[in-house]
Every structure is written in structure tokens, then in C-alpha cells.
């Protein structure tokens, strides 16, 4: 009896991750459903602009705030803006586009599918003979990582713009040397890899919040818990894969004076 919760769960996972590597598959194949994806990207992109941008002005007055006391501690006050500023793009930006992504438009995602499968539409496709990952999934996945990218960006504007907010005009800090230290700690990888995992972080978003829809049953109830679990799902997977990310980044890159 033991065995059979693990046994599940491992059937869970994997096909979670067959159900990931279809949809990579099906990228590439045409037609592509361009009408959708632009429904959808306008979607996911008007519901969670705003938030993020208002989650991300506490994000960067907090890490502006911690670490201005703590570089007054150590005497290296003309570090703030360094170590805000890298602490905003690389870390706080795409944890912050990707909880929003998958908290807003991943549980979009997964009760629209959801309520098609409990109405057997996604069945009705596939006599048709029509793949309902190509038509449904992939033009979802695509918007989410491409809003995921550009909100990643937006979020390290406004978390920077926030921390340099607090930190000048709450803490009193120098606006010259907040802004004169922008490059001495980041790098343009930082950049970068916060982009990646912001791209990688709206992949597992959708997909998450594709496969619990498609997969859900029991008629409306079904679909409420099929939205949780993806929800929380979603946060789990997020967090282990910013941790391994990261971890391969510090091995590829080097800090910057090293």
C-alpha cells in the first residue's frame, strides 16, 4: 500500500515530462497557430503586467533596503548600488516574472483546458484529427515564454528604478555613486542568464498548466483542484530549477574581477 503513492507520483512525473517533450516536438510543426498565440500572448500579457510591476517595486526597495544597511555596516556604502542592481537582474527578476506567470496565466491556461476536457472538446479534436497540442498547447507555451521574457526585463527597470527610490531618497544615499557603481560588480551574462531562466521559467509554466488541464477530471470541482495543483506544482519546479540554473551559471561564468 505504501508503495503505491510513489508509484503514482512517478507516473506523474513522467508523464509530465513525455507530455513536455510532445510539446517540444510539435514546436517546429506547421501550421503554427498564430491567431491563438497573439490571443494568447495579449492575454497573459494583460493580466500580469501590472501585477509584476507592482510586485517588483517592494522587491527592489527590500533587497535596496537590506543591503544599504548592510554595506553602512561594512563601510562599503558605494557598493549599494552594485550589489541592488545585481541582486534585482539576476535573481529577483525572473523568480518574480515566473511566480507571476504562473500564478496568473498558468491558472488561466489550466482552467480553460480544463473546462475543455471536462466538456470533451479536446476529445472531439483528436477524432477530427486534430492534435490538441499542436493546436492548443504550443501557441500557450510560446506566449508564456515570450512574455516571460519581456517581463523580465520589465521587472529589473522597475525593481532598479525602486531600489535606487529607497535607497537615495528613504536612506540618503548618493545619487552619483548608486549609479556610478551600476557596473562594478554585474556583467551582461547576468543579463543574460536572467533572461534564459526567465524563457525556461514560462516553458515550465505552461506546460505544468497544460498538462494538469488536459489531464483533469471530475467535472468542475476537478478543474478548481487541477488549477492548485498546477499553481503549486509550478512554484516547486520553479525554485529546483533556479537552483540548477544558477549553480551552472557560477560554473560557466566567473565573477567579474576573478
Do not use: H
Not at 27 to 33: E, N
Not at 69 to 75: A, D, E, F, I, N
Not at 122 to 139: N, S
Not at 148 to 153: A, D, F, K, P, T
Amino acid at each position: 500500500m505504501a508503495a503505491e503513492p510513489i508509484t503514482g507520483s512517478l507516473r506523474t512525473a513522467g508523464n509530465l515530462f513525455s507530455f513536455g517533450l510532445d510539446t517540444v516536438v510539435a514546436l517546429p510543426r506547421r501550421p503554427f497557430q498564430v491567431r491563438e498565440f497573439l490571443q494568447q500572448a495579449w492575454f497573459i500579457a494583460s493580466v500580469t503586467i501590472l501585477p509584476t510591476a507592482l510586485v517588483s517595486i517592494p522587491f527592489g526597495a527590500v533587497i535596496a533596503l537590506q543591503l544599504g544597511t548592510l554595506t553602512r555596516q561594512l563601510g562599503a556604502q558605494s557598493f549599494t548600488g552594485a550589489a541592488s542592481v545585481l541582486a534585482v537582474v539576476r535573481e529577483a527578476s525572473p523568480i518574480v516574472t515566473a511566480l507571476l506567470i504562473a500564478g496568473a496565466a498558468g491558472s488561466a491556461i489550466c482552467a480553460d483546458l480544463g473546462s475543455r476536457k471536462i466538456r470533451e472538446e479536446l476529445d472531439a479534436m483528436q477524432v477530427l484529427g486534430i492534435d490538441p497540442i499542436q493546436r492548443l498547447v504550443v501557441p500557450r507555451v510560446v506566449a508564456c515564454m515570450l512574455i516571460g521574457l519581456l517581463l523580465n526585463g520589465l521587472v529589473s527597470v522597475v525593481g532598479v528604478s525602486g531600489g535606487y527610490f529607497f535607497n537615495v531618497i528613504i536612506q540618503g544615499g548618493t545619487p552619483g555613486a548608486y549609479l556610478a557603481s551600476f557596473t562594478a560588480l554585474a556583467q551582461l551574462p547576468d543579463l543574460w542568464s536572467a533572461e534564459i531562466k526567465a524563457v525556461i521559467f514560462g516553458f515550465i509554466a505552461a506546460i505544468v498548466a497544460s498538462y494538469k488541464g488536459m489531464n483533469a477530471g471530475g467535472g468542475p470541482k476537478g478543474v478548481g483542484d487541477a488549477v492548485n495543483q498546477s499553481v503549486v506544482i509550478t512554484f516547486m519546479l520553479l525554485f529546483f530549477v533556479n537552483f540548477i540554473v544558477t549553480a551552472i551559471y557560477f560554473q560557466v561564468v566567473p565573477a567579474k574581477g576573478s
